[in-house]
């Protein structure tokens, strides 16, 4: 069992560019939530989401921020236009039912800069 | 609104001495607590957790107290080690249909001293 797989582990990006960061839920596990951690601070909750659906994305910011679970492949969170305030890690946990035992991935460092 | 608030920020401790670390939540509709683990450059991983019906949990050399009229639950590492170094977040999830969303406290650095 690989654990919840997210990649890259690093990502820099100019202000401006994309960002796309990926999640693989443990196996079995169709049940997907983003967070977000900023220097010195707990995470925060981003956004839920089951296999094509968005549950709850009421921590998503509402601009150029993104999330998908598509019915094939990892779930995708997307930056557009990136500013050095998106700079965090960003962590996927994933679940087999939709409650909070659920098991993080190692995340995603994004730098903007 | 911070609505787990966690102390201390850092806590220094001998090897073989008691951690503890104090939270504290607001939200009354929260029904389950979990602590989690992080090392540097890893993802949070789910330590112990506690659901209000007990006052105490253990396992191993981690217990959670809980008081649920003072809103208060703590995290006690019984004879710490210096691998327990790492920063420790409280967490907390409400009852009911949001019972997926996990609210943070900011964190404590535990560093244990050989």
């Known amino acids: 069992n690989a654990g919840v797989m997210q990649n890259p582990r690093h990502l820099v990006r100019r202000r401006g560019q994309e960002a796309r960061l990926r999640c693989s839920p443990m196996?079995?596990?169709?049940?997907v939530y983003w967070y977000r951690q900023l220097p010195e601070e707990g995470l925060k909750f981003m956004v839920y989401?089951?296999?094509?659906?968005?549950?709850?994305e009421s921590g998503m910011p509402k601009e150029r921020f993104s999330a998908e679970f598509p019915k094939e492949g990892p779930s995708i969170l997307r930056i557009q236009q990136v500013v050095r305030g998106d700079s965090a890690a960003y962590f996927c946990?994933?679940?087999?039912?939709?409650?909070?035992?659920?098991?993080f991935g190692s995340g995603t460092r994004l730098t903007v800069v | 609104q911070q609505q787990v608030k966690q102390s201390p920020q850092s806590l220094i401790v001998q090897k073989g001495g008691i951690s503890i670390i104090n939270c504290a939540y607001e939200?009354?509709?929260?029904?389950?607590f979990p602590w989690y683990q992080q090392f540097p450059g890893k993802g949070p991983a789910l330590l112990i957790a506690?659901?209000?019906?007990?006052s105490e949990k253990k396992e191993g050399r981690f217990t959670i107290s809980f008081n649920k009229s003072a809103k208060q639950f703590s995290l006690h590492i019984m004879d710490s080690q210096p691998g327990d170094s790492a920063t420790y977040f409280c967490?907390?999830?409400?009852?009911?249909?949001?019972?997926?969303?996990?609210?943070f406290g900011k964190g404590t650095l535990l560093t244990v001293n050989p």
């Open positions: 946990a994933s679940s087999p039912n939709g409650q909070s035992g659920y098991t």
């Open positions: 967490a907390a999830s409400p009852s009911g249909g949001s019972n997926y969303k996990l609210t």
């Open positions: 939200n009354t509709a929260f029904d389950y």
């Open positions: 506690i659901r209000p019906d007990v």
């Open positions: 989401l089951q296999k094509e659906n968005i549950i709850d």
């Open positions: 196996k079995g596990h169709s049940h």
